[in-house]
Each structure stands twice: as structure tokens, then as C-alpha cells.
């Protein structure tokens, strides 16, 4: 009697293997296109990427949810195969918002749990805050609540020198400037590098960069005195504490900005880029929240794991 065993795949054999069972699509949004990959089956669950990365960067999460959700992730616009609008109006929040909007309706979809790590946690807490009839829960990694960013950068001198790196992004010639090798100086994991590298070559940096130029907070900083409006969906928050650019002070007071449970989730040994680093830990967590929504009985509870 003979036995085999099968050699588990390499990653790069894995990512392969995962992008052949996504469907890709495009969605509308005043002629500006959309592209998203989507899988699964379940309710709608869109997650937005950050700078600078792209839709496949949510490989390993799409990987664990898929079984009991269906799960969308975008390109934003600007980045790989989506449109690439040339006004620098166009990629401020509204229209933003608008996308995230485009993407559950091309899902046939009214609403999703809606998940944003970096400028896409951005645009998530506004589509949280702005156009809350899309939202179901919301969940942000590694990027506080728009009001506590102007907050830090008014009053806490460790997250202004952190983001020093702004003021550059912000000029109008940046993108001709910037060694674009630079934008995959955080991965981590050689495989993924290759292909982040395709999207970005894909990319425009002048599109990026417009993330900056139109929604960053102007000099002088100033902590914002208006009142947002509250989110009204279960929110959880996902923070790698070891981020060099969004500093763990940002999640103070976020529970004050949402009228409804909160969730802080805390990874010690994790930077900005937490559900690359802990991708299993990340997956874990979505799942076991995403599968409790509406059952939770601790709002504002912060816990840190600690492994």
C-alpha cells in the first residue's frame, strides 16, 4: 500500500490560484469606471484598500470570508485597472463615496458591511458618516476618525512629525519627483510583491497623491470644532500599534463619533499595513465580528491581542 502527500502551494502559487476564481467587474459611477473582484456568497461585504496598494492586497481576507459572504474589493479610482480621472476634484470624498456607492449597486445590492484600511478607512468613515443608508457595519484599519486626524495633527507633536512625509505629497509636481520603486518598499512578502509592483505600473501617482492634496487636513493644523455626523452602524476598529503614520492616539475618543456599538482591536506587533502582517489574526477577527453583528454586549471596549 502506497500513501502521497500533497506539498502545500507556495504563496505565489496560492495568489495564482486565488485570482483564477475571482470575477472581475466594473462599475459605473458618472462615467468614471470601477474595477472590483468579487467571490463568495452571502451578504455584501466591499472592502477599500489604502495607499499605496490595490484590490488583490485583501487576497488572504477575501480567502477566509468568502465561505459566508460575498466580498467585493475595489480598486480605487486611480489606482490599477479603475479609471484614472485627471482633475484633482475628482477624487475628493463625494466623489469617493459615490464609488463605494457604484459597487454595491452593481453587486445588486442596497447596502454591505463596508471595510477600509488607510485612505480607503478614509473613505469608509465617510460613507459611515455621509451616506449612512449604504452602511451595515463598518469596519476601519489603521486610520482614525477624520476629526481625530485634524485633532492629532493640532495638538499631538509625535503625529505631526509622523506625518511629515504630507507636506511632499502634497505639491502639486510631486508625482514627477517620486521614485515610484518606493511604493512597494513595505512588502514584506516577495510574491505579492511582484504583482502589487504590476498594479503599481498600472497606477497613477498624480491620482494618488490627490488623495493627499484634496482631503488632507490644511496648515495651520486645527482640531475641527464642528460636530460630524455619527455613524450609525456597529463599528469595528483594527489598529497595528506599531504603525509609523497613524499613531494609536488616533483611536481616542472615536466611540464619541459613533452611535451605535464600537469595537477597538489592537495588534502590538503589527505597523500600518496590519491585514498584510496579520492577515490570520485580521480574518479571524472580521469573521467572528461580521458573524456577531447586532449580538455584541461591550460597546467601547478596547482589547489588544497580545501574541
Known sequence: MTTSTTKPL??????AAFEATVEHRYADCAGVRIHYAATGAGPLVVLLHGFPDHWL?????ME???????????????????????DPSAYGVECLIKDVRAVIHDQGAARATVVGHDWGGFVAWHVGMDAPELIEGLVVMNMPHPWAIAR??????????????????????AHRHFPVPRLGAWVADPDYKARHEEAMAESSLDAMFNYYRVNWPSEPYAARKDDPPKVKAPTLLIH??????????????????????????TLPRAGHFVQHEQAARVSARLLQWLGRAGRRTSPDRVEEDRS
Open 240 to 265: 497595528g500599534l506599531k504603525d509609523p503614520y497613524a499613531l494609536p492616539a488616533g483611536l481616542n475618543d472615536a466611540w464619541n463619533w459613533v452611535d451605535n456599538e464600537v469595537e477597538i482591536y
Open 57 to 61: 492586497g485583501w487576497w488572504q481576507v
Open 152 to 173: 492629532e495633527l493640532a495638538l499631538n507633536p509625535d503625529q505631526l512629525k509622523a506625518s511629515e512625509y504630507v507636506r511632499l505629497f502634497k505639491q502639486p509636481e
Open 10 to 15: 507556495g504563496t505565489e502559487a496560492r495568489i
Open 64 to 86: 477566509a470570508l468568502r465561505s459566508d459572504y460575498r466580498v467585493a474589493a475595489m480598486d480605487l479610482r486611480g489606482y490599477n485597472l479603475s479609471d484614472k480621472p485627471g
